[in-house]
């Protein structure tokens, strides 16, 4: 059971990071590269701290650790791939969000993250029972209930990017399954991001802008939203499936909506009730067998 509730907290610092970047992007005046460089070193940082920190606890020879040996240490950590695809997934995704509304992007993100973990995950073997089937249909059709009437004709640039953020979270959720020590893979996947990051604003330079509001948002969208929410995802994925796991996603569309009803006054409607209720029905359904197995 505590791994399907931390679960939920990613889920939640996912949602969180959608509702930050569209309030940044649309209310203050900082640009999308700019929030994504310090989306991601505000995070590398706190992980790396974090990191640090546990170590000095964990022996008393980390206290004896010099700077340099300590940021060589930090940097070994993580994979290049890992790197490219939360890098990847970052950009796209701060990106995407100038042109596409809110519920056009979460129908894009999460639906190619659902068909890339899907496919990996039956590539792997996995397979669904009928009762699996019959919630994942519900929870699909859920969605579209939910995001179809306003994601008609969205801008195709930016659908292209918002679906590349999807399949580059579907692989960086997919390289966590198997990882042992997920923290630590987290934050030199971050801390390794920087250098593209900081490459990414020097060359949109012509197009910098920024004001307190945006750096805050960002700030929240790297330290909690990100490096919290994403250090909590990679220590859950290697106890859950993959098919699980898309399967899981499909409810951050819904917490991200009910965060725009409470911080972005939106209108909570019927037809959001009724959906939010098919989706979360239909991750029950496809999580019941590993319910029966507590």
């Not at 679960?7 to 509702?19: C, D, K, P, T, Y």
């Not at 640009?31 to 310090?38: E, G, L, R, S, V």
């Not at 029972?129 to 699909?140: D, E």
């Not at 496809?286 to 197995?293: A, E, Q």
Request: one cysteine or more; proline letters at 3%; hydrophobic letters at 55%.
């Amino acid at each position: 059971m505590s791994t399907y509730l931390l679960g939920l907290i990613a889920l939640v610092a996912f949602a969180a990071n959608s509702v930050l970047c569209r309030i940044a992007l649309h209310t203050t005046s900082i640009d999308p590269a700019t929030f994504t460089t310090i989306r991601i070193i505000s995070a590398a940082v706190f992980l790396s701290l974090l990191v640090l920190l546990r170590s000095v606890q964990a022996s008393s020879s980390a206290n004896s650790l010099t700077k340099q040996q300590s940021l060589r240490y930090l940097w070994q950590q993580g994979t290049w791939s890992g790197m490219l695809a939360l890098f990847a997934y970052a950009a796209l995704f701060s990106f995407a969000y100038i042109e596409l509304t809110a519920a056009t992007g979460a129908l894009i993100l999460f639906g190619w993250v659902q068909f890339t973990m899907l496919v990996v995950g039956f590539y792997q073997g996995a397979r669904f029972t009928l009762w699996q089937w019959l919630g994942f249909i519900l929870a699909v059709v859920g969605i579209l209930a939910l995001f179809l009437p306003s994601a008609t004709q969205p801008d195709l640039w930016s659908a292209i990017l918002m679906a590349g953020a999807g399949i580059a979270w579907g692989i960086y959720s997919l390289l966590g399954k198997g990882v042992k020590q997920p923290l630590l893979m987290t934050q030199g996947n971050f801390l390794k991001s920087v250098p593209l990051t900081l490459l990414l604003s020097i060359a949109l330079f012509s197009s910098w802008s920024i004001d307190m509001s945006g750096v805050l948002l960002a700030l929240g969208s790297g330290i909690l939203a990100s490096g919290v929410g994403y250090a909590v995802w990679y220590a859950v994925l290697p106890n859950i499936q993959a098919t699980e796991a898309a399967t899981m996603q499909l409810s951050v569309p819904v917490i991200a909506t009910f965060g725009g009803v409470v911080l972005l006054d939106e209108p909570l409607t019927l037809v959001f009730v009724l959906a939010a209720c098919a989706i979360l029905g239909g991750i029950f359904l496809v999580l019941r067998p590993s319910f029966n197995k507590l």
